[in-house]
């Protein structure tokens, strides 16, 4: 511990100035940590409350949608989106390779079977032109991923699962706000969802809305909300928003990432950990706070100048996520990752089924979708947030 200390020292004095960009919670701002402690204060409802229907119809105004329903994080709003579409036991769902694991386990935790597609090697995004031959008998839906903001071959796809009669659900996750042919991203599908956990465009610390402009479905989504979680799991969310926006600050992140890695380990710091769970876990899905709604009140109205700064920042005139590079050779990709000098680089994903401990677990084959596993191995990302001066 001594020696890695001394290392970190190390790295800081090395650095012309002392300050380094991170990825985690850079949307929030000093001024909604107080929104929250005022919260407190006045004793606002931790759970049921008036800024959740608030944040619900603004976001739903965001994505184009009629309805939106909040939930404790994005992949359970996929779940509930999926239960509410019908989707269960023996159905097949087509989902990319070069994605997260919660969501081939929220289509599993649905009872159905998660079929992976390749991915285009320029945009990250589904290869549109390989759904076709992944489409059975048991087929019942299509989830596009816009992966790192970029718009997925939305209109084409669209057009496949109308002629096959399939559900289009659009995962937006890395892409709220953002549009194609000047119609919002989550508007095209039957359903469509996104996330504002810690690493997202918005961030609310965890949470997730579902959307819908189907009054049908709508109503299946709202009788699939479930529970709220506790007080305490409530009070330790709202925490650590506060301990992370302060923390990750460029001009503090150098000399309390150990402190940040501390409380990680020792699980102060709470986030959804079940990522590699195989049975559905208890209270799933759950509903979103009240507080955490009104921090994604105001995560909203500063989304257009979040997204025209991504966007500049992106070097392309489009608000992403994270600026990837595919990095051919592995001591260029090391030598980016470990020396850093102003960026915390990641390999977001580094694996076609991100944080999976074990592929076949999520019924994905090694060798199945050749491109997503090349890229994985080879990919980098930087942060694009506001605060990149």
Not at 79 to 100: H, P, R, S
Not at 119 to 125: C, G, T, V
């Amino acid at each position: 511990m001594i020696i890695r200390i001394l290392k970190e020292l190390r790295d800081v004095f090395w650095r012309r100035h002392f300050f380094q960009y991170d990825y985690f919670c850079t949307t929030n701002t000093l001024s909604e940590c107080w929104l929250v402690v005022k919260a407190l204060l006045k004793r606002e409802p931790l759970k049921d409350g008036r800024y959740i229907r608030l944040y619900e119809k603004e976001a739903a105004k965001v994505m184009g949608c009629k309805y939106g329903y909040s939930f404790a994080t994005g992949r359970q709003a996929l779940y509930a989106i999926l239960k509410a579409l019908g989707i269960g036991e023996g159905d097949e769902v087509l989902i990319q390779a070069f994605t997260c694991v919660v969501v081939p386990r929220a289509v599993m935790y649905a009872g159905a079977i998660p079929v992976y597609v390749d991915i285009d090697r320029k945009s990250f995004n589904m290869d549109s032109e390989q759904i076709r031959q992944h489409i059975g008998s048991r087929t019942k839906a299509i989830i596009v991923q816009h992966t790192f903001g970029r718009a997925a071959e939305i209109g084409y796809i669209q057009e496949i699962a109308d002629y096959y009669g399939l559900f289009l659900i659009e995962d937006c996750c890395h892409a709220v706000g953002c549009k194609w042919h000047g119609k919002p991203l989550g508007s095209f599908g039957d359903a469509s969802f996104y996330s504002s956990d810690h690493t997202k465009m918005i961030s609310t610390s965890t949470g997730g809305v579902a959307f819908t402009n189907s009054e049908r479905v709508a109503k299946r989504i709202e009788e699939n909300r479930g529970s709220y979680l506790s007080n305490f799991t409530i009070l330790r969310i709202l925490f650590t928003f506060i301990v992370e926006t302060i923390i990750t600050h460029p001009r503090l992140y150098w000399c309390l990432k150990l402190l940040r890695e501390c409380l990680n380990r020792t699980k102060i710091l709470y986030f959804f950990r079940d990522e590699n769970s195989e049975e559905r876990p208890r209270n799933y899905p759950a509903r979103f706070s009240n507080i955490q709604a009104l921090i994604g009140l105001s995560q909203l109205r500063g989304l257009e100048d979040n997204l025209a700064k991504r966007a500049k920042c992106s070097g392309e005139g489009v608000p992403l996520l994270r600026k990837a590079l595919v990095v051919e050779s592995e001591e260029a990709r090391d030598l980016l990752i470990k020396n850093d000098k102003y960026f915390v680089a990641g390999c977001w994903y580094n694996s076609p089924v991100f944080g999976c401990e074990d592929l076949s677990s999520v019924k994905y084959k090694v060798g199945s979708c050749p491109v997503a596993e090349e890229v994985s191995a080879k990919v980098v990302n930087l942060p694009t947030h506001h605060t990149i001066r």
